[in-house]
């Protein structure tokens, strides 16, 4: 086990200009890997019917939603705190390995239904499109304004707290968020794209490109959410 002190770190912006450029890249390598090996688990979970036995626990009682996300709000929480764990390089790769199974199955009935309405896979691909342009787009601007934007993060507590009540209203109460909602909800996850990209250069030290890769990886995936969700909206209306 590599056994780590991350108090010899330094922020990333006040690191030298090649550290600085080796801990991006290791991060976005490392956010390369979580999204391949996101998308190899979802397949396995789709082609190996484990998807479909999933949406049949789901739709036997509206309860049953509420704790899958109980169970992965948890989950999640233990997976960043491991992600970000000063103890062993060992322990935060268990936190990342954590978080992408904890994603690959929340999104395990919405990918389903995305692939009932569209066999050929074109919801998805152009939801995976629109995200990848916004995030670059996003990471552009985070790079090459320098703005440290760890401002917005009280903003998007409170909208998360919003959002989340409005979720379990919708499941408990049984009505449907709708096509504003999900558009919403993908401002609200652009701005946490640029937040965690903006957190990787202003917050984190040089020795938690993990931790950084969580972060990014988590964020990106509730855009992909949103902007699938709002896809498939569109469709519905």
Avoid: C
């Amino acid at each position: 086990m590599s056994q780590l002190d991350m108090s010899t770190g330094q922020i990333v912006a006040n690191a030298a200009e090649s550290e600085r450029a080796n801990f991006i890249k290791r991060t976005y390598v490392h956010l390369a890997g979580a999204i391949a090996a996101f998308a190899v688990i979802e397949t396995l979970l789709i082609k190996s019917g484990v998807a479909l036995s999933f949406m049949g626990m789901l739709s036997g009682s509206k309860w049953s939603w509420l704790i899958v996300l109980g169970a992965f709000m948890l989950v999640s929480t233990v997976a960043n705190n491991w992600a970000h764990s000063g103890i062993s390089r060992e322990k935060q790769y268990m936190g990342l390995g954590l978080f992408v199974i904890a994603e690959a199955i929340i999104f395990m009935p919405l990918i389903y239904m995305a692939l009932v309405r569209a066999p050929d896979g074109h919801l998805l691909q152009n939801a995976a499109i629109v995200t990848a342009a916004l995030v670059a787009g996003l990471t552009f601007t985070a790079f090459s304004t320098k703005i440290n934007f760890s401002f917005m993060g009280r903003f998007l507590m409170i909208g998360g707290f919003v959002a989340m009540g409005l979720i379990l209203a919708s499941i408990m109460f049984g009505f449907s968020l709708g096509l504003w909602f999900s558009g919403g909800m993908i401002l609200f996850a652009a701005a946490s794209v640029l937040y965690s990209t903006s957190n990787i250069i202003h917050e984190y030290h040089t020795e938690q490109h993990v931790a950084a890769s969580l972060s990014l990886f988590s964020s990106v995936g509730l855009l992909f959410w949103y902007i699938l969700q709002f896809f498939m909206s569109m469709g519905d209306d």
